[in-house]
């Protein structure tokens, strides 16, 4: 199992910046990738940043160029960098660990962005 634990969300104005961080604890080890999901209020939850173990990235359109995943090995943490924010980024973000294709979920940090 993984355990994980989100923060750095809160409230920002539209085009300010926010950094989330995901601190893994656990089976780390077995972790093939993080990703980065978000859900707002009425849809689905979507897929925002991926960081895989040989440190290849992929972003969803929308935020290419604005948003930055990374990670720090030595603290077992990873981290989205989020430029530019705009109100439609405004979402609960979610951390996801995948051992074997399968994701282990974090709690979730509440972004909200004001126009």
């Known amino acids: 199992q993984v355990q994980l634990v989100e923060s750095g969300g809160g409230l920002v104005q539209a085009g300010g910046s926010l950094r989330l961080s995901c601190a893994a604890s656990?089976?780390?080890?077995?972790?093939?990738?993080m990703s980065w999901y978000r859900q707002a209020p009425g849809k689905q939850r979507d897929i925002v940043a991926t960081i895989t173990s040989s440190g290849s990235t992929n972003y969803k359109d929308s935020v290419k160029g604005r948003f930055t995943i990374s990670r720090d090995n030595a603290k077992n943490t990873v981290y989205l960098q989020m430029n530019g924010l705009k109100p439609e980024d405004t979402a609960v973000y979610y951390c996801v660990a995948f051992r074997r294709g399968i994701g282990n979920w974090g709690q979730g940090t509440q972004v909200t962005v004001s126009s």
């Open positions: 656990g089976s780390i080890s077995s972790i093939n990738a």
